[in-house]
């Protein structure tokens, strides 16, 4: 379906969609004003940052010790979106420093807050699923446990859908600058895994296994971003430190053509015109039309 201009979620939403919180989140997470991606191999990069992003914000040590753990899931996913939301703006805001001499913050200004609205969102959603567990637990009336039991598990696949759809875009920063997202990946994952590197924490791993876990994603989610801004810059000029709204310098003036040669991109017509067009000679003929005969005349050398 068409994505309507001016619309965050396209148009592409309607009461059936709500029966399916995937598609909800689809159009949510990921709205109308992001752009379009450039490149697939870029998009085949970018997935797998986010399954590379995915084990270093939520870990994977929630799924060796002691088996899953959906509270210390939900946990993970609080304390990531904690990080996310302070750490998103002072990273951005270093780059709008960066920035300050290849143009404005003015020029920036729709879709920053249209960034910071995706990124309250989230971390809201992510904040009313524990919410929402803890009135489950707390209540003994089957209407409220039902009720909100539903809408618990909707949310859950919202959210959870939405994580997906953030990881990619990181909250729409593309709209802002194509490097910002994989920026954002390398700076969020190496963030996560800084306090375990500097307490020694490895969660009953053992050293070999601790590094390895620990290590192990944002050294990947950071030779992929390094990758897809290679491929950016290499591929369509667009650099990190370069300000989104600067342009490739204008072409320089063209060199004067020879004279008697046609302009560049004209076809070739010869110097008379179009010999095949109407006729601009004496007389309204063209010089390639039939001549008239001319009487025979036997003291021309040529009998014309």
Same mark, same amino acid.
């Given at each position: ?46 997935? @797998? ?10 870990? &994977?040590?929630? @799924? ?21 939301? @302070? ?35 989230? &971390? ?46 990181? @909250? ?21 895994a800084v306090p375990d590197l500097v307490t020694g ?19 990947? &989610? ?83």
């Open positions: 379906m068409a994505r309507t201009r001016g619309s965050w979620t396209g148009g592409t939403l309607t009461a059936r969609s709500l029966l399916k919180p995937q598609d909800v989140a689809r159009a949510v997470f990921h709205p109308a004003w992001i752009p379009q991606p450039l490149d697939p191999s870029v998009e085949r990069l970018k997935r @797998f940052r986010v399954i590379a992003g995915a084990v270093a914000s939520l870990g &994977v040590f929630t @799924f060796i010790e002691g088996g899953f753990d959906f509270t210390e899931l939900l946990e993970n996913a609080m304390t990531a979106s904690v990080v996310l939301l @302070f750490l998103t703006p002072l990273t951005v805001g270093a780059m709008l420093w960066v920035w300050r001499r290849g143009g404005t913050v003015r020029q920036l200004r729709v879709p920053l807050v249209n960034s910071l609205l995706l990124l309250l969102l989230f &971390v809201g959603c992510v904040a009313a699923v524990p919410a929402l567990v803890q009135t489950v637990n707390g209540s003994a009336n089957p209407v409220v446990i039902i009720g909100v039991g539903l809408t618990m598990m909707w949310m859950l696949i919202f959210t959870a859908y939405g994580a997906v759809r953030v990881s990619g875009n990181f @909250f729409g920063t593309a709209a802002v600058h194509r490097c910002l997202p994989p920026l954002l990946a390398v700076v969020t994952s190496w963030l996560m924490d490895l969660h009953g791993l053992s050293l070999t296994l601790g590094i390895i876990f620990i290590l192990g994603a944002p050294v990947t &989610v950071t030779a992929i971003a390094l990758l897809e801004m290679r491929r950016l810059k290499r591929r369509y000029g667009i650099r990190l430190k370069d300000h989104p709204a600067t342009r490739a310098p204008a072409p320089g003036p063209v060199p004067p053509m020879p004279a008697g040669m046609p302009p560049a991109g004209a076809p070739y017509l010869p110097p008379q015109g179009n010999p095949y067009g109407p006729s601009h000679a004496p007389g309204g003929q063209h010089p390639y039309a039939p001549h008239p005969r001319q009487p025979y005349n036997p003291q021309h050398p040529y009998g014309g």
